[in-house]
């Protein structure tokens, strides 16, 4: 269901979301599904979306997904 609902790539990616979903709780305190859905179709491995997930904010020094922090360059 998943793998249709949001619209994944994969098996793969499906089972990436499923997993991040239940064994990464802590990982995931303030992080909606959404977040979980882009980082799994914006990496390739299971290791990256973690990465992805974890991404420090340079202005607060807290925790985001990588889609919810800006970059200043």
């Known amino acids: 269901m998943i793998l249709c609902e ?3 790539k994969g098996w793969q990616r499906a089972d990436y979301v499923i997993a991040l ?3 990464e709780p802590r990982l995931l305190d303030g992080i909606q599904l959404t977040d979980v859905v882009e980082a799994v179709n914006a990496v390739q491995s ?4 973690h990465r ?3 991404k420090d ?14 970059h200043y360059y």
């Open 52 to 54: 992805y997930l974890q």
């Open 6 to 8: 949001a619209r994944l």
């Open 57 to 70: 904010c340079e202005i607060c020094y807290t925790t985001y997904p990588t889609s919810q922090v800006l």
């Open 46 to 49: 299971f290791a990256d979306c």
């Open 21 to 23: 979903m239940t064994t």
